[in-house]
């Protein structure tokens, strides 16, 4: 057997002295000293060194160690690179996280080069283990490339095999596309090539994704797995024709035969197609039109295909909860949600599955774009696709307009930038709001931001089971007698709908006085208590939920027979999209009712909310005064909404003051007065750590965060 010595070194950060050396050789013997001339001599004789990161790492310091002691520059192997390439289900090794080494013990190069050493000797167990084929591919891909040259050597191994992309061919058959650009990938990305094949040769059910450092260091291997596995050729072939093909997709994952249509027309299977085809588009669908499915079916497809992740964007928590467990429901699990409703034991898992590639739907509010963790976590996927829900949400003319909004092409400008993408990652938006102004508005934004021409998917098409009656009450007293009858009348799952969080509870405690079982719900109330009512609605255990405009967008209960707008709603769009909460599915409900009840003093109390949440120029103005004060002496702050707001001279009680000061923020960053970047929580120590004063002290110098100036002072 050849002989080889693994090795890894620590270096002290500012100075890059060695700070210490550990090696062992593969007959078990082993060094751990300082000296790097000593090093040298312990090497002699052998003739192959192995490290993990060696290349980009240890060779930078006992390169001149291992030139006398003689060792051969193209005998250095890195397990690094053969890693991923071997062992491509994650978790890819028990020895590895992404691109570093697991140890219990921290700072020990020398047990640090014993792990190198099981991880190499696993390494070539695996690639002994390989099928023939894969074994020539990888040979004639990579021989003579430095990362993997002195692999092939160490091992013995050749292949005389000529016809690399006859080979490649072959062996993936019905794998990959067969009109994918083989030859080009070959010639001029060979490395790139390798880590994807070996990806697409893993089962369509492991956790396998391509590692954040190689999307980060081989840029290509993007775009060349979406053209092996994710861009339908035109002629058709058994690959695209089987894995890229809708209908099946459309079959295997939700057991529809076919696409809804609208007015006759195949708008959502249209839709799809375009998702398929790598297009952006912007869909308005009726509510309850299946506008999930639009986006799910491409988002699950190309979760196999690419082992790609699909970010939904949405602004209503109950939306994402709701969607995650109805994908449950039929068996699919690729999809997780981030969000307030989470503990921390949950959105740890969330974050987990997203990162070892189990979850191919990632939902997620505009508001978390500005979270680090969420950024540091999509670039560690390969992005197919950001979805956009309620996308009208964009335009100053729709119905819901939403600050946090705006910040959307910036951050996957931002996530192309830092990946280094060449094409844009593509987008998917929905609505049911059909303004010509806000359709203009979601066009111009993208193509204004990105780039990106929209295929606009637009229907025009009623619901026909939807029937709408509106009563008028002259008080208050009349306007709950009526919700009683109409309940008892129907006797079926129903949403009442009120303008504010203390209507919702006192209407739902007063029916559930008199013997109706009801639950509130609204936006600002307790995650808890939220999620609990909510999941009782959608379970049938409650049959009223007397809600505001928070519940009900996108909560996919399928049976509601009747909505009631106790209260009007304060646009036409918003009580269509209310409304359209009944009757989901017409084999259910074969005719819902959706009735308003109405009286003059309900007009007075809109143009009150109107008028409490009108921003006025003078109210930026303060904004403005503020921010500057704030900035006197930095040019970067990091400050709450209601710092800002108490700054600016702003009464504590105002109604909704975080959303007023995030929008006067938005005026002023688009103005182009100030730019506000990502959210930066903060941590505040709450107990010391340290078991006595002396531990305390031997800490402080051996932290490199002081000066020896100061850690004198400290331990005085």
């Not at 893993?202 to 980060?216: A, E, H, Q, R, V």
């Not at 249509?261 to 588009?281: H, R």
């Not at 003051?657 to 730019?675: F, M, N």
Request: hydrophobic content about 35%.
């Amino acid at each position: 057997m050849k002989s080889i010595a693994f090795v890894d070194t620590e270096i002290e950060p500012k100075s890059l002295k060695i700070l210490d050396i550990g090696s062992v050789k593969g007959d078990g013997s082993s060094f751990h000293k300082t000296a790097v001339a000593e090093f040298a001599q312990f090497l002699n004789g052998t003739e192959f060194i192995c490290g993990h990161n060696i290349f980009n790492h240890d060779l930078k310091y006992i390169g001149k160690a291992l030139n006398d002691a003689g060792i051969n520059p193209a005998n250095i192997i890195d397990t690094l690179f053969l890693s991923p390439l071997l062992f491509p289900t994650k978790p890819y090794h028990a020895l590895l996280k992404d691109d570093k080494l697991q140890t219990e013990d921290t700072n020990n190069p020398l047990n640090d080069s014993i792990k190198a050493k099981d991880l190499f000797f696993d390494e070539v167990a695996a690639f002994h283990q390989t099928d023939e084929t894969l074994k020539q591919i990888l040979y004639l891909l990579l021989n003579d490339k430095k990362e993997f040259q002195s692999f092939f050597h160490f091992i013995g191994y050749k292949s005389n095999n000529t016809d690399l992309e006859k080979l490649i061919l072959e062996k993936f058959y019905s794998k990959i596309c067969e009109q994918a650009d083989l030859t080009k990938s070959i010639s001029e990305h060979p490395i790139e090539l390798a880590y994807c094949l070996v990806l697409i040769n893993c089962s369509n059910k492991s956790k396998s994704i391509t590692p954040p450092w190689i999307l980060k260091n081989y840029r290509e291997v993007d775009p060349i797995i979406s053209s092996l596995r994710n861009k339908p050729c035109l002629t058709g072939c058994v690959y695209c024709n089987q894995s890229l093909n809708i209908h099946k997709g459309l079959k295997d994952y939700f057991k529809y035969d076919s696409y809804r249509t609208y007015g006759g027309e195949p708008l959502q299977e249209n839709a799809v197609k375009a998702a398929a085809d790598n297009k952006s588009l912007l869909a308005v669908f009726p509510t309850g039109g299946g506008k999930s499915i639009t986006f799910q079916v491409p988002a699950l497809m190309s979760g196999v295909a690419t082992k790609g992740l699909t970010v939904v964007i949405s602004p209503l928590q109950s939306l994402m909860k709701d969607q995650v467990d109805n994908l449950e429901k039929k068996g699919i699990t690729d999809a997780v949600t981030i969000n307030g409703l989470l503990d921390p034991i949950e959105r740890g898992k969330s974050l987990e599955r997203v990162e070892d590639g189990s979850a191919s739907l990632l939902y997620i509010s505009p508001e978390s774009l500005r979270s680090k963790t969420i950024e540091r976590l999509l670039l560690g996927r390969k992005i197919v696709r950001f979805v956009i829900d309620e996308a009208h949400c964009f335009s100053s003319w729709g119905q819901d307009f939403r600050v946090d909004y705006l910040y959307i092409g910036e951050f996957i400008k931002l996530i192309q930038e830092k990946k280094n993408l060449e094409e844009t990652i593509p987008v998917s938006c929905f609505t049911a709001t059909a303004k010509k102004k806000v359709i203009e508005d979601i066009c111009a934004y993208f193509k204004d931001e990105l780039s990106l021409d929209l295929e606009i998917f637009s229907s025009s098409a009623t619901r026909t089971n939807l029937q709408y009656k509106v009563y008028e009450k002259e008080n208050e007293e009349e306007k709950y007698n009526s919700v009683r009858d109409l309940i008892e009348e129907k006797n079926c799952p129903t949403i009442i709908y009120v303008s504010r969080t203390r209507k919702a509870y006192s209407l739902a405690k007063r029916l559930t006085e008199d013997g109706f079982n009801a639950k509130a719900y609204h936006g600002k109330m307790d995650v808890k208590e939220k999620t609990a009512n909510q999941d009782a609605f959608i379970k049938g255990e409650v049959p009223i939920m007397v809600a505001t405009s928070a519940f009900g967008m996108g909560v996919d209960k399928d049976n509601v027979g009747m909505v009631i707008h106790y209260e009007i709603s304060n646009s036409l769009e918003n009580y269509i999209q209310e409304a359209g909460r009944a009757g989901r599915d017409e084999k259910l409900v074969p005719m819902a009712d959706c009735f308003v009840l109405f009286n003059e003093e309900d007009l007075s109390k809109h143009f009150i909310l109107l008028n409490q949440t009108k921003l006025s120029i003078k109210e930026i103005q303060q904004v403005w005064k503020a921010i500057k004060d704030i900035t006197r002496f930095r040019s970067s702050v990091s400050n709450s909404a209601l710092e800002i707001a108490r700054k600016a001279g702003w009464d504590d009680n105002v109604v909704e003051i975080e959303t007023r000061v995030t929008t006067a923020i938005a005026a002023l960053e688009d103005a182009g007065y100030l730019k506000r970047g990502q959210n930066m929580p903060r941590v505040f120590a709450n107990s010391i750590l340290s078991k006595n004063a002396e531990e305390a002290i031997d800490k402080i110098n051996a932290s490199q965060r002081f000066e020896e100036k100061q850690k004198k002072q400290e331990s005085e």
